[in-house]
């Protein structure tokens, strides 16, 4: 095989900056996603998720209040843990152990420190548990979020302006970036699946957070 032929088979698939590159397919047509959003799957090997999700199972997980609505998905705050009604980041217990390892490696696709991302949190979808349209509360800065035992679909959409919906599927395994317009500019939002489901996210404080916390 060529080096040419073998870069292709190996080129993990990635989407930056409206530039898509697809696993043994340099010519991929995939929708031209918003700048600053980036994606790889295969993030986690089956082990690495399976050892996170046994993790998991022992969480205690707290209801999801938004101004006097109770959401269906349920979340474990570490770090810091947001405040709807006052809508501030305030610190709560330390992130543990078991996240430690892959918050690194999360820190690494986003070329921070990882001391950098501030919060981590659990999301649990059970089925028929959607995310309405929003961006991240304006405290935190970079988002990232890792998928598990299921399969979802994100969607995009200009924010306060009209705009053509995009979508890309999250596969299990996988990661993902906001950072930039994608973060700013555009909303997003995940609908219901017929199968249960979590999410790893964590999250940069913005500079001005940073100091109001400290």
């Excluded at 999360?106 to 979808?125: N, P, Q, R, T, W």
């Excluded at 306060?160 to 950072?179: D, T």
């Excluded at 219901?192 to 109001?212: G, M």
Aim: charged share 25%; proline share 7%; glycine share 6%.
């Amino acid at each position: 095989m060529s080096s040419a032929g073998r870069h292709a088979a190996t080129c993990r698939f990635k989407l930056q900056s409206n530039t898509v590159v697809g696993q043994g397919n340099l010519f991929s047509t995939e929708p031209v996603l918003p700048e600053g959003f980036v994606y790889q799957p295969n993030f986690l090997s089956s082990k690495e998720e399976a050892d996170l999700l046994r993790n998991i199972e022992h969480e205690t997980f707290d209801a999801f209040d938004f101004q006097g609505y109770r959401a269906k998905r349920r979340r474990v705050e570490y770090g810091l843990e947001y405040d709807f009604s006052r809508r501030r980041a305030n610190p709560t217990k330390p992130l543990p152990q078991f996240l430690f390892a892959v918050r690194q490696r999360a820190a690494e696709f986003a070329h921070i420190a990882a001391d950098e991302l501030a919060e981590g949190l659990i999301l649990e979808y059970p089925p028929g548990a959607p995310i309405g349209w929003h961006r991240d509360a304006p405290q935190f800065g970079i988002v990232i979020g890792i998928s598990l035992l299921a399969a979802a679909r994100m969607r995009f959409k200009p924010y306060n302006k009209p705009g053509k919906i995009i979508s890309v599927k999250l596969q299990p395994r996988s990661i993902y970036m906001l950072q930039g317009a994608v973060r700013w500019q555009w909303q997003h939002s995940i609908p219901a699946q017929d199968s249960l489901r979590y999410s790893i996210t964590f999250r940069t404080l913005r500079e001005k957070q940073q100091k109001q916390i400290a």
